[in-house]
């Protein structure tokens, strides 16, 4: 990787450096024989200056990685935005903690990835320790099959007011994520199993999943889990991910949102 890189920015320099000195007299040497530019000598300077002072490079790639991460925190400011009604305030979505709180966070996840297990208890934490909290939850069904009937059943739940107590129960409860553990869950819960089975396959259900893929997309998400505190974001699960929640609904509390979430 380090190679192309030299090798990338050597051909810019070089490039643009033989315009430059194709389109200018040099030290007055224009018109002289011999005196135009060699693409190979200017290679060879630039290549030797770059291999002889490597900090020039970690620099750019130091900018330009910025650079990227501003353009990617300005347009997914904007997909915020733009989708704040279907990431904040649809009720296709459950939401736990305050109905009313000043502060949301979004998560999307999988029941099956990993990560998002082990989150779960740092977002329940966070709805147990701060009332004024509100979590919004985007079933995003990623892993395929499996992945989705856990979906579909926990959605399913929310309209047999239990959609919490299956939620935390797919995620702790050992054995992958499936149909038959959301059916052997939602026996232990007390639900109308056969409605459940049903409401799994309704246009309510197709509906939010549709909902949650089609955010995903415009926020150009890659992975699960994703949070969304206000117009901030955490992606993945860090190891301080709890302190990292409380930081940012203390900055969107303390200063708001750019957005109107």
């Known amino acids: 990787m380090a190679t192309a890189l030299v090798a990338a920015v050597v051909a810019a320099i070089v490039s643009a450096a033989t315009v430059l000195l194709v389109g200018r007299d040099v030290a007055g040497t224009a018109g002289l024989p011999g005196a135009d530019p060699n693409t190979k000598q200017v290679e060879n300077i630039v290549h030797d200056y770059l291999t002889k002072n490597p900090e020039i490079l970690v620099a750019m790639t130091t900018e330009l990685d910025r650079r990227q991460k501003e353009e990617q925190d300005v347009l997914q400011t904007k997909a915020i935005s733009d989708n704040a009604d279907a ?46 909290v509100r979590v919004v939850f985007k079933e995003l069904p990623i892993f395929g099959g499996d992945s989705e009937d856990a979906a579909k059943g926990a959605l399913a739940a929310k309209m ?24 052997r869950i939602a026996n232990e819960l007390g639900l109308d199993v056969p409605q459940l089975e049903k409401d799994m396959e309704s246009q309510e259900v197709a509906d939010a999943l549709d909902e949650a893929h089609g955010l995903a997309q415009e926020l150009g998400l890659q992975g699960t889990p994703l949070y969304l505190i206000g117009d901030r974001t955490i992606p993945g699960a860090p190891d301080d991910l709890y302190d990292q929640l409380v930081e940012n609904v203390a900055i969107i509390r303390k200063n708001g949102c750019k957005t109107s979430c």
Do not use: I, W
């Open 87 to 132: 990431l904040f305030r649809s009720d296709k979505s459950f939401t736990a903690g305050n109905p009313d709180g000043d502060v949301t966070v979004v998560e999307f996840f999988d029941y099956n990835c990993g990560y998002c297990r082990a989150a779960m208890p740092d977002v329940v934490k966070l709805t147990d320790n701060d009332e004024k």
């Open 160 to 183: 047999q007011g239990k959609y919490f107590e299956m939620h935390q129960k797919l995620f702790s409860a050992p054995g992958k994520a499936n149909k038959e553990k959301v059916l």
